[in-house]
């Protein structure tokens, strides 16, 4: 799933940052400051998953909807939810909260001016780091 979600999540970003009218940059922004205003595990989680689908929504594409919905579903899961408590715990409630909610600001300030280019690689920098945080991906350096 976190390999499907790096191949095509920084797409949905690209389109957003194409399609995004006045409405969606403050609903990012909406999302983005409730995703700071959390304080635990579960919180979160949930801003985070709001502020994914929101950017889907923006997105204005059907299919990517649908795959983000299905990503959300695959969260609610026991094996996710243990993981990312997992990880959580282990890099540090502010410290995983904080850099969570730097990236989906940088992702959100792309978007916003629409800059298609820039969204991607926040994205895709974004879900690196957090599988990185997971033990998804080793944290080699890329070449």
């Keep these: 799933m976190a390999h499907a979600r790096c191949l095509l999540e ?10 995004r009218v006045k409405d969606d ?7 983005i400051a409730e995703g700071r205003l959390t304080r635990d595990r579960a919180g979160c989680e949930r801003a985070d998953d ?9 997105a204005r594409n059907p299919l990517l909807i649908a ?5 959300s579903s695959a969260r ?5 939810q243990r ?16 850099v969570h909610d730097d990236h989906h600001e940088q992702v959100g300030d792309a978007i916003a001016a629409g800059d298609g ?12 780091a957090v599988s990185i945080d997971m033990g998804v991906l080793s944290s080699m350096p890329s070449r």
């Excluded at 920084?10 to 399609?19: D, F, T």
């Excluded at 993981?83 to 904080?98: A, L, Q, S």
């Design 10 to 19: 920084p797409q949905v970003e690209a389109a957003a940052a194409a399609r």
């Design 25 to 31: 940059i403050t609903l990012l922004r909406k999302r």
């Design 50 to 58: 709001a502020f994914h689908q929101s950017i889907a929504q923006v």
């Design 67 to 71: 795959f983000l919905r299905h990503y």
């Design 76 to 80: 609610c899961r026991a094996v996710w």
């Design 83 to 98: 993981e990312w408590d997992r990880t959580y715990r282990r890099v540090g409630v502010e410290e995983f909260t904080r």
């Design 117 to 128: 280019t820039a969204a991607h690689h926040a994205m895709a920098h974004h879900l690196e």
